[in-house]
Protein backbone atom coordinates (compact mmCIF):
# COMPACT_ATOMS: atom_id res chain seq x y z
CA UNK A 1 0.00 0.00 0.00
CA UNK A 2 1.18 3.13 -1.45
CA UNK A 3 2.20 6.13 1.38
CA UNK A 4 -0.40 8.66 -0.99
CA UNK A 5 -3.30 5.70 -0.56
CA UNK A 6 -2.89 5.24 3.04
CA UNK A 7 -2.90 9.25 3.01
CA UNK A 8 -6.28 9.18 1.53
CA UNK A 9 -7.67 6.53 3.12
CA UNK A 10 -7.19 8.29 6.35
CA UNK A 11 -8.40 11.63 5.55
CA UNK A 12 -11.77 9.90 4.06
CA UNK A 13 -12.23 8.01 7.40
CA UNK A 14 -11.68 11.47 9.33
CA UNK A 15 -14.21 13.34 7.23
CA UNK A 16 -16.39 9.73 7.58
CA UNK A 17 -16.05 10.25 11.65
CA UNK A 18 -17.43 13.87 11.32
CA UNK A 19 -20.13 13.57 8.89
CA UNK A 20 -21.97 9.82 9.69
CA UNK A 21 -23.47 10.92 13.02
CA UNK A 22 -25.21 13.25 10.66
CA UNK A 23 -26.49 10.96 8.16
CA UNK A 24 -30.31 9.75 8.72
CA UNK A 25 -30.50 6.17 6.94
CA UNK A 26 -34.37 5.19 6.73
CA UNK A 27 -35.48 1.92 6.45
CA UNK A 28 -38.31 0.31 4.71
CA UNK A 29 -37.90 -3.56 5.33
CA UNK A 30 -37.88 -3.37 9.31
CA UNK A 31 -40.60 -5.04 11.06
CA UNK A 32 -42.77 -3.88 13.66
CA UNK A 33 -43.91 -6.14 16.08
CA UNK A 34 -46.61 -5.58 19.01
CA UNK A 35 -49.88 -3.75 19.54
CA UNK A 36 -50.71 0.05 20.14
CA UNK A 37 -51.77 1.13 23.46
CA UNK A 38 -53.69 4.15 25.11
CA UNK A 39 -50.90 6.82 26.34
CA UNK A 40 -50.39 7.08 30.06
CA UNK A 41 -50.89 9.94 31.66
CA UNK A 42 -48.15 9.77 34.52
CA UNK A 43 -48.84 12.17 37.42
CA UNK A 44 -45.97 13.24 40.01
CA UNK A 45 -46.59 13.15 44.17
CA UNK A 46 -47.34 16.18 46.42
CA UNK A 47 -43.79 16.94 46.59
CA UNK A 48 -43.23 17.32 42.80
CA UNK A 49 -40.70 14.16 42.53
CA UNK A 50 -41.23 13.99 39.21
CA UNK A 51 -41.03 17.24 37.86
CA UNK A 52 -37.59 17.55 39.22
CA UNK A 53 -36.35 14.06 38.10
CA UNK A 54 -37.45 16.14 34.28
CA UNK A 55 -35.58 19.18 35.58
CA UNK A 56 -32.67 17.59 36.52
CA UNK A 57 -32.46 15.62 32.66
CA UNK A 58 -32.64 19.17 31.18
CA UNK A 59 -30.21 21.06 33.38
CA UNK A 60 -27.44 18.39 32.77
CA UNK A 61 -28.10 18.56 29.12
CA UNK A 62 -27.77 21.76 28.97
CA UNK A 63 -24.77 21.72 30.82
CA UNK A 64 -23.50 18.81 28.39
CA UNK A 65 -24.36 21.09 25.45
CA UNK A 66 -22.50 24.26 27.09
CA UNK A 67 -19.89 22.29 28.11
CA UNK A 68 -19.40 21.00 24.24
CA UNK A 69 -19.33 24.43 22.37
CA UNK A 70 -17.11 25.65 24.73
CA UNK A 71 -14.23 23.13 24.22
CA UNK A 72 -15.40 24.04 20.80
CA UNK A 73 -14.59 27.24 20.71
CA UNK A 74 -11.12 27.01 22.95
CA UNK A 75 -10.11 24.90 20.21
CA UNK A 76 -10.81 26.84 17.41
CA UNK A 77 -9.17 29.75 19.32
CA UNK A 78 -5.95 27.76 20.08
CA UNK A 79 -6.00 27.15 16.52
CA UNK A 80 -6.36 30.79 15.47
CA UNK A 81 -3.53 31.92 18.12
CA UNK A 82 -0.93 29.09 15.71
CA UNK A 83 -1.90 31.06 13.19
CA UNK A 84 -1.37 34.80 13.78
CA UNK A 85 1.90 32.80 15.34
CA UNK A 86 2.57 32.21 11.43
CA UNK A 87 1.36 35.69 10.09
CA UNK A 88 3.19 37.40 12.51
CA UNK A 89 6.43 35.55 11.57
CA UNK A 90 6.12 37.15 7.80
CA UNK A 91 6.41 40.54 9.86
CA UNK A 92 10.18 42.23 9.41
CA UNK A 93 11.51 39.33 7.95
CA UNK A 94 13.35 38.57 4.75
CA UNK A 95 11.10 36.96 1.97
CA UNK A 96 12.67 35.03 -1.26
CA UNK A 97 10.25 34.54 -3.76
CA UNK A 98 11.00 31.60 -5.94
CA UNK A 99 8.57 29.83 -8.93
CA UNK A 100 6.81 27.80 -6.91
CA UNK A 101 7.23 28.79 -2.83
CA UNK A 102 8.54 31.73 -0.53
CA UNK A 103 11.61 31.26 1.55
CA UNK A 104 10.93 33.13 4.96
CA UNK A 105 13.93 33.96 6.71
CA UNK A 106 14.01 34.56 10.61
CA UNK A 107 15.64 34.62 13.36
CA UNK A 108 12.13 34.48 15.28
CA UNK A 109 11.61 30.53 13.78
CA UNK A 110 13.40 27.89 16.40
CA UNK A 111 12.30 25.23 14.29
CA UNK A 112 11.87 25.46 10.49
CA UNK A 113 8.53 24.81 8.93
CA UNK A 114 6.36 24.82 6.10
CA UNK A 115 3.04 26.02 5.53
CA UNK A 116 0.99 26.28 2.81
CA UNK A 117 3.24 27.83 -0.03
CA UNK A 118 6.00 29.30 2.46
CA UNK A 119 9.09 27.73 3.93
CA UNK A 120 10.21 29.41 7.30
CA UNK A 121 14.00 29.07 8.10
CA UNK A 122 16.38 30.75 10.66
CA UNK A 123 18.81 33.16 8.98
CA UNK A 124 21.86 31.68 11.20
CA UNK A 125 21.14 28.07 9.41
CA UNK A 126 24.22 26.35 7.96
CA UNK A 127 23.72 26.93 4.35
CA UNK A 128 24.63 22.46 4.01
CA UNK A 129 21.16 22.26 6.45
CA UNK A 130 19.33 24.46 4.80
CA UNK A 131 19.66 22.48 1.56
CA UNK A 132 18.66 19.30 3.50
CA UNK A 133 16.35 21.78 5.28
CA UNK A 134 14.43 22.92 2.29
CA UNK A 135 14.53 19.62 0.08
CA UNK A 136 12.44 18.50 3.36
CA UNK A 137 9.91 21.19 3.34
CA UNK A 138 9.30 21.75 -0.43
CA UNK A 139 8.28 18.12 -0.27
CA UNK A 140 5.45 18.74 2.01
CA UNK A 141 4.72 22.09 0.13
CA UNK A 142 4.22 19.87 -3.43
CA UNK A 143 2.05 17.20 -2.19
CA UNK A 144 -0.24 19.78 -0.43
CA UNK A 145 0.44 18.47 3.09
CA UNK A 146 -1.07 22.01 5.38
CA UNK A 147 -3.76 21.22 3.64
CA UNK A 148 -4.39 17.91 5.18
CA UNK A 149 -3.43 19.30 8.26
CA UNK A 150 -5.67 22.63 8.42
CA UNK A 151 -8.49 19.47 7.18
CA UNK A 152 -7.99 17.36 10.21
CA UNK A 153 -7.69 20.26 12.72
CA UNK A 154 -10.87 21.70 11.55
CA UNK A 155 -12.43 18.81 12.08
CA UNK A 156 -10.63 18.65 15.37
CA UNK A 157 -13.20 21.42 16.43
CA UNK A 158 -15.98 19.90 16.77
CA UNK A 159 -14.88 15.75 17.20
CA UNK A 160 -12.52 16.98 19.51
CA UNK A 161 -13.85 14.28 22.35
CA UNK A 162 -13.34 11.34 19.41
CA UNK A 163 -10.28 9.54 19.84
CA UNK A 164 -10.68 8.37 16.39
CA UNK A 165 -9.42 11.96 15.49
CA UNK A 166 -6.70 12.44 17.42
CA UNK A 167 -5.49 8.28 16.29
CA UNK A 168 -6.20 9.81 12.54
CA UNK A 169 -4.40 13.02 13.18
CA UNK A 170 -1.10 10.52 14.38
CA UNK A 171 -1.08 8.72 11.10
CA UNK A 172 -1.82 11.46 8.95
CA UNK A 173 1.36 13.53 10.58
CA UNK A 174 3.00 10.07 10.39
CA UNK A 175 2.42 9.83 6.49
CA UNK A 176 3.41 13.39 5.64
CA UNK A 177 6.85 12.58 7.13
CA UNK A 178 7.37 9.78 5.99
CA UNK A 179 6.59 11.01 2.29
CA UNK A 180 9.06 14.09 2.93
CA UNK A 181 12.03 11.62 4.15
CA UNK A 182 11.45 9.36 0.91
CA UNK A 183 11.76 12.59 -1.18
CA UNK A 184 14.81 14.12 0.68
CA UNK A 185 16.22 10.81 0.70
CA UNK A 186 15.86 9.66 -2.81
CA UNK A 187 17.18 12.69 -3.55
CA UNK A 188 20.88 11.77 -3.27
CA UNK A 189 21.00 13.33 0.18
CA UNK A 190 23.04 11.65 2.81
CA UNK A 191 20.80 9.72 5.94
CA UNK A 192 23.76 10.25 8.67
CA UNK A 193 23.12 13.89 8.03
CA UNK A 194 19.51 14.13 7.75
CA UNK A 195 19.30 11.92 11.22
CA UNK A 196 22.11 13.91 12.54
CA UNK A 197 19.77 17.30 11.57
CA UNK A 198 16.45 16.27 12.58
CA UNK A 199 18.07 15.24 16.40
CA UNK A 200 19.43 18.57 16.94
CA UNK A 201 16.03 20.26 15.68
CA UNK A 202 14.15 18.45 18.74
CA UNK A 203 14.32 21.36 21.37
CA UNK A 204 12.69 24.18 19.15
CA UNK A 205 9.02 24.99 19.12
CA UNK A 206 6.63 25.39 15.98
CA UNK A 207 3.55 26.58 14.97
CA UNK A 208 0.72 23.85 15.76
CA UNK A 209 -0.61 24.24 11.92
CA UNK A 210 3.06 23.90 10.76
CA UNK A 211 4.33 20.87 8.90
CA UNK A 212 7.43 21.58 10.79
CA UNK A 213 11.15 19.74 9.81
CA UNK A 214 10.90 17.81 14.01
CA UNK A 215 7.79 16.51 13.85
CA UNK A 216 6.49 13.38 14.71
CA UNK A 217 10.53 11.68 15.53
CA UNK A 218 10.22 8.21 16.53
CA UNK A 219 12.83 5.46 16.56
CA UNK A 220 10.44 3.93 13.77
CA UNK A 221 10.57 6.94 11.55
CA UNK A 222 14.78 6.22 11.90
CA UNK A 223 14.09 2.87 10.75
CA UNK A 224 11.64 3.58 8.31
CA UNK A 225 14.01 6.17 6.14
CA UNK A 226 16.33 2.45 5.74
CA UNK A 227 13.91 0.78 3.88
CA UNK A 228 12.30 3.29 1.69
CA UNK A 229 10.05 0.12 0.37
CA UNK A 230 5.65 1.51 0.44
CA UNK A 231 4.39 -1.99 -0.25
CA UNK A 232 3.35 -2.45 3.51
CA UNK A 233 3.68 1.29 4.24
CA UNK A 234 1.23 2.02 7.76
CA UNK A 235 -0.68 -1.32 7.87
CA UNK A 236 -2.20 -0.98 11.11
CA UNK A 237 -3.04 2.70 9.95
CA UNK A 238 -5.04 1.30 7.10
CA UNK A 239 -6.56 -1.41 9.26
CA UNK A 240 -7.65 0.91 11.30
CA UNK A 241 -9.48 3.49 8.93
CA UNK A 242 -11.19 0.41 7.37
CA UNK A 243 -12.67 -1.01 10.60
CA UNK A 244 -13.23 2.99 12.31
CA UNK A 245 -15.62 3.40 8.65
CA UNK A 246 -17.44 -0.12 9.57
CA UNK A 247 -17.94 0.83 12.83
CA UNK A 248 -19.38 3.83 12.25
CA UNK A 249 -21.61 2.45 9.67
CA UNK A 250 -22.61 -0.13 11.35
CA UNK A 251 -23.78 2.15 14.23
CA UNK A 252 -25.40 4.86 12.50
CA UNK A 253 -27.66 1.72 10.60
CA UNK A 254 -28.67 0.24 14.20
CA UNK A 255 -29.10 3.78 15.42
CA UNK A 256 -31.67 4.70 12.99
CA UNK A 257 -33.57 0.90 12.41
CA UNK A 258 -34.33 1.75 16.10
CA UNK A 259 -35.50 4.86 15.58
CA UNK A 260 -38.06 3.86 13.20
CA UNK A 261 -39.59 0.99 15.47
Known amino acids: LSYNFRRLLILISSVAVAIFPLINITSGIVPQFGINLEPAIITGDSDGGVVTELFS ?5 QIIYYLYFTICALYLLFLLIHLIKIILLNVGSEHVYLKTYTLII ?12 SIYINGKTDDNE ?14 GHSLDVVLINLISIFQWFNPF ?21 EGGFSIDVYRSLLLSSQFG ?27 R ?3 IAVASS ?20
Open 57 to 61: KAMFS
Open 106 to 117: SDHVQVPFSFMR
Open 130 to 143: KEYIIKHEYSHIIR
Open 165 to 185: ITLFRRFLIETHEYQADKDVL
Open 205 to 231: ISPYLSNSFNKSLTLKRFKKMENLNQK
Open 233 to 235: AGF
Open 242 to 261: LLTLTLLFTVVSLSNAKDSL
